[in-house]
Every structure is written in structure tokens, then in C-alpha cells.
């Protein structure tokens, strides 16, 4: 998945600032347009955390808009994205998670921690357990 951001050349202070619409916790900057997109990504991820932290739902991305960037989210965050998305929704805790998985509730915090390395079959088991049908179409 992959998110706009909006890169500006602060000439004053000699560095590329990003910004994101859709994730405005989002901020960086960098010395060149290289490591201004390059810092964007780990920003971006960094940000995540807030949403995941306070339970709220991860914003979508939008369409980028003239002179935008995208940046891509990997795979192994958005799918975490989507899963804590589709808890939010469904007003699922993690303790009914771990009861419709059938796994202890301290699986359950590893498989939506996303400092925690998880296959992606068990976040689309976890996904089948809130009745989503995920698939990767290319």
C-alpha cells in the first residue's frame, strides 16, 4: 500500500520536509530528496504506532494529488493495518480474538504488534476469524 506525501524544499534551513495528509503524525525531513523519501517510509511506519497504541482506526490512503510522492507501507505493516481496522469496526477486542483463534490473548498481542515479526498466514487466519476473505491481488 502505498501513501501521498507532499515533499518541500525548506531552502532557509536547506532540507526536504515530508508530510502526509492522510497520516499527519507523520513527519520528516531530510538533507536531499533521497533521504527525505527514505526517512518518509520510517516515518511513516513510526506513526502507525500512535494509531495502534490508542486503538484507532489507520486512515486509508487517498489519491495522490499533483507532485505527490508515494511511499510505500510494506506489506507486513498494512496488513497489521487492516487487522486492527477490522477489530475497530467490529468493536472486537483482543481477548475475543484470542477466544475465536483458539490462542492465548499474548498471541493475539504479538500478532497486532507491529515491532513483532508475523507470517502472513496467521494475520490472515486472524483476518477469517473476523469473517474477512483477504487475498493479495497484484
Excluded at 508530510?19 to 520528516?28: K, Q, S, V
Excluded at 489507520?58 to 507532485?67: A, F, Q, Y
Aim: no cysteine; charged share 30%.
Amino acid at each position: 500500500m502505498f501513501y501521498p506525501a507532499k515533499i518541500i524544499e525548506d531552502k532557509k534551513d536547506g532540507v526536504f520536509v515530508v508530510e502526509f495528509r492522510d497520516i499527519p503524525e507523520a513527519l520528516t525531513q531530510g538533507e536531499t530528496l533521497d533521504e527525505a523519501k527514505d526517512m518518509a517510509q520510517d516515518a511513516l511506519i513510526t506513526a502507525m504506532d500512535f494509531y495502534f497504541e490508542d486503538r484507532r482506526a489507520v486512515p486509508k490512503p487517498t489519491d495522490p494529488l499533483s507532485g505527490e510522492y508515494l511511499i510505500e507501507l510494506p506489506l507486513s505493516v498494512w496488513s497489521k493495518v487492516l487487522l486492527l481496522n477490522t477489530m475497530l469496526e467490529q468493536n472486537v477486542t483482543q481477548s475475543d480474538l484470542a477466544k475465536r483463534l483458539g490462542k492465548p490473548r499474548q498471541e493475539v498481542n504479538r500478532i497486532i504488534d507491529l515491532n513483532h515479526s508475523t507470517k502472513i498466514d496467521t494475520i490472515a487466519d486472524a483476518l477469517k476469524a473476523l469473517g474477512k476473505k483477504p487475498n493479495l491481488i497484484i
